[in-house]
């Protein structure tokens, strides 16, 4: 376990936000913190080689195999209306055909796989723990590719040395390129029904956990602004079924009254949503 400053202000001063157990393993916890500067994260942490472990397990969602059985049929099924439109809010920033587009943290891949049937993008990858068959652009090499979009989606959270993933990015991307940032938003309205066991805490594999004010001071650090931002309502709905510790059959009676009221704060004010989508240009 290695204990870490702020990656915002470079504090080391913090207080105790909430005490979360890994929800694979219950008998192990971890403490989450708050900088003075408002900034959550978890601390101390496993470092890089200790995380690989928690990533390990048959449950964990964007590592899973994908065999059919009946989970799977049903999340792949709701899995192809979440990427049609992740898929629609990229191909609004492609300008130019067959574009560089590079994706960090993409998981197993799948979302990539479909993105590249619908349309013509060359695909590279920065994915330290699953591997797959698009090319790599690493932090360190000198491969000289350029691309018009970097997208993170649900990775920002995962990465250990944030100033070496913004190295990257900065070399990457060309001047006028796209950054596109999904990650769960520590604001959402649902995690007051929840508490310490809102699935998006997920620790330890969840090492930050960004408000709207603190993911803008963090891009306003590596010289990037937000242009557009995007409530993922779809992200709402999954963690609210996901949360909790009763069975199933009473997580979804509760899920019945949580969500209309969720999407109806939503509705009047979008960071409230359990993630968020941020659209960046450097400055």
């Given at each position: 376990?290695?204990?870490?400053?702020?990656?915002?202000?470079?504090s080391d001063s913090n207080l105790l936000y909430t005490q979360v157990s890994d929800r694979f393993n219950e008998e192990e916890s971890f403490n989450i913190?708050?900088?003075?500067?408002?900034?959550?994260?978890?601390?101390?942490?496993?470092?890089?080689?200790?995380?690989?472990?928690?990533?390990?397990?048959?449950?964990?969602?964007?590592?899973?195999?994908?065999?059919?059985?009946?989970?799977?049929?049903?999340?792949?099924?709701?899995?192809?209306?979440?990427?049609?439109?992740?898929?629609?809010?990229?191909?609004?920033?492609?300008?130019?055909?067959?574009?560089?587009?590079?994706?960090?943290?993409?998981?197993?891949?799948?979302?990539?796989?479909?993105?590249?049937?619908?349309?013509?993008?060359?695909?590279?990858?920065?994915?330290?723990?699953?591997?797959?068959?698009?090319?790599?652009?690493?932090?360190?090499?000198?491969?000289?590719?350029?691309?018009?979009?970097?997208?993170?989606?649900?990775?920002?959270?995962?990465?250990?040395?944030?100033?070496?993933?913004?190295?990257?990015?900065?070399?990457?991307?060309?001047?006028?390129?796209?950054?596109?940032?999904?990650?769960?938003?520590?604001?959402?309205?649902?995690?007051?029904?929840?508490?310490?066991?809102?699935?998006?805490?997920?620790?330890?594999?969840?090492?930050?956990?960004?408000?709207?004010?603190?993911?803008?001071?963090?891009?306003?650090?590596?010289?990037?602004?937000?242009?557009?931002?995007?409530?993922?309502?779809?992200?709402?709905?999954?963690?609210?079924?996901?949360?909790?510790?009763?069975?199933?059959?009473?997580?979804?009676?509760?899920?019945?009254?949580?969500?209309?009221?969720?999407?109806?704060?939503?509705?009047?004010?979008?960071?409230?949503?359990?993630?968020?989508?941020?659209?960046?240009?450097?400055?």
């Amino acid at each position: 376990m290695e204990k870490i400053k702020c990656i915002i202000c470079s504090s080391d001063s913090n207080l105790l936000y909430t005490q979360v157990s890994d929800r694979f393993n219950e008998e192990e916890s971890f403490n989450i913190v708050q900088c003075n500067c408002g900034f959550v994260y978890l601390n101390p942490r496993p470092d890089i080689k200790e995380i690989e472990s928690y990533y390990n397990n048959q449950h964990y969602i964007p590592h899973r195999s994908q065999n059919f059985n009946f989970f799977n049929i049903i999340y792949r099924f709701f899995q192809k209306f979440i990427f049609y439109w992740k898929y629609n809010k990229i191909n609004s920033y492609i300008h130019n055909p067959s574009i560089n587009l590079l994706d960090i943290g993409p998981g197993n891949g799948s979302f990539l796989d479909y993105l590249s049937k619908k349309i013509n993008v060359n695909i590279f990858i920065n994915e330290p723990f699953v591997k797959l068959n698009y090319p790599s652009l690493n932090i360190g090499d000198n491969t000289p590719v350029k691309c018009e979009i970097i997208s993170m989606w649900h990775s920002l959270e995962h990465i250990h040395n944030i100033e070496s993933i913004f190295t990257l990015i900065d070399n990457k991307l060309t001047d006028d390129g796209t950054l596109i940032i999904a990650v769960p938003n520590i604001d959402a309205y649902e995690r007051k029904f929840f508490k310490s066991d809102w699935i998006a805490y997920d620790s330890p594999r969840h090492l930050y956990h960004f408000s709207c004010d603190t993911l803008t001071h963090l891009l306003n650090k590596y010289n990037f602004t937000i242009i557009k931002k995007h409530s993922m309502i779809q992200d709402s709905i999954f963690n609210i079924l996901g949360s909790g510790k009763s069975n199933k059959f009473f997580r979804l009676i509760k899920s019945l009254f949580y969500i209309p009221i969720t999407l109806l704060y939503i509705f009047l004010n979008k960071n409230l949503s359990s993630s968020l989508l941020y659209i960046c240009k450097r400055k």
